[in-house]
């Protein structure tokens, strides 16, 4: 009888959340209470998943200081259609990020790039320009987002005047985002 691996991989939204964590960041090292801080889930349902995803090797576990790290096997059977998949699949609704970026103020400008379009070679995946942003439920918004994905947001947050500084300075961090892979969830500057 085969190892029922499938029903481990995708036995809950929590556990895809943990799969998509270690996928999108297979060189990392992660601690338990990392994992759950970036997922939003309780350590000791993160701690269930990890137990599992390691029984069939999904994940390797040193333990290196004292501290018990884990890290994705790329050995794994499945380890290469997995990553396909996850690069395959949206990591977030662009029609729910856009109606949060715009419940937390003024956006003028709102850019995905890097996780959300499946390109490593960018600086950063949410590029968000507007005005009279509340902080509080910007944060909240990127944190939840992050959870979402299974990752750390990489994002820029700008005012419009800062924006268009930059912008007229031929800015290399806004000129790497406009013209490397990306998406415009918000364009109100024509840009």
């Not at 090292?29 to 349902?45: D, H, P, Q, W």
């Not at 729910?96 to 959300?116: E, H, P, R, T, W």
């Given at each position: 009888?085969?190892?029922?691996?499938?029903?481990?991989?995708?036995?809950?939204?929590?556990?895809?959340?943990?799969?998509?964590?270690?996928?999108?960041?297979?060189?990392?090292?992660?601690?338990?209470?990392?994992?759950?801080?970036?997922?939003?889930?309780?350590?000791?349902?993160?701690?269930?998943?990890l137990k599992n995803l390691t029984g069939i090797k999904f994940l390797i576990?040193?333990?290196?200081?004292?501290?018990?790290l884990l890290r994705v096997n790329k050995n794994f059977g499945f380890y290469?259609?997995?990553?396909?998949?996850?690069?395959?699949?949206?990591?977030?609704?662009?029609?729910?990020?856009?109606?949060?970026?715009?419940?937390?103020?003024?956006?003028?400008?709102?850019?995905?790039?890097?996780?959300?379009?499946?390109?490593?070679?960018?600086?950063?995946?949410?590029?968000?320009?507007?005005?009279?942003?509340?902080?509080?439920?910007?944060?909240?918004?990127?944190?939840?987002?992050?959870?979402?994905?299974?990752?750390?947001i990489d994002y820029a947050l700008m005012t419009t005047k800062e924006f268009?500084?930059?912008?007229?300075?031929?800015?290399?961090?806004?000129?790497?985002?406009?013209?490397?892979?990306?998406?415009?969830?918000?364009?109100?500057?024509?840009?």
């Amino acid at each position: 009888m085969a190892e029922p691996t499938l029903d481990v991989l995708f036995d809950s939204p929590v556990r895809v959340r943990v799969l998509k964590l270690f996928l999108y960041g297979p060189e990392k090292n992660f601690e338990c209470k990392a994992i759950s801080k970036i997922l939003g889930v309780k350590i000791s349902v993160i701690n269930k998943h990890l137990k599992n995803l390691t029984g069939i090797k999904f994940l390797i576990q040193k333990n290196i200081g004292g501290k018990k790290l884990l890290r994705v096997n790329k050995n794994f059977g499945f380890y290469v259609e997995l990553k396909e998949l996850i690069v395959k699949t949206s990591p977030a609704s662009k029609e729910k990020i856009i109606k949060q970026l715009n419940d937390s103020g003024k956006i003028k400008l709102a850019l995905i790039s890097g996780v959300f379009v499946n390109s490593d070679v960018s600086k950063a995946d949410l590029l968000v320009v507007g005005d009279n942003i509340k902080l509080k439920k910007f944060d909240k918004f990127i944190n939840n987002l992050g959870a979402e994905v299974g990752k750390e947001i990489d994002y820029a947050l700008m005012t419009t005047k800062e924006f268009n500084y930059r912008y007229d300075m031929y800015d290399r961090f806004v000129r790497d985002l406009l013209d490397f892979k990306h998406e415009k969830l918000i364009n109100k500057l024509k840009i």
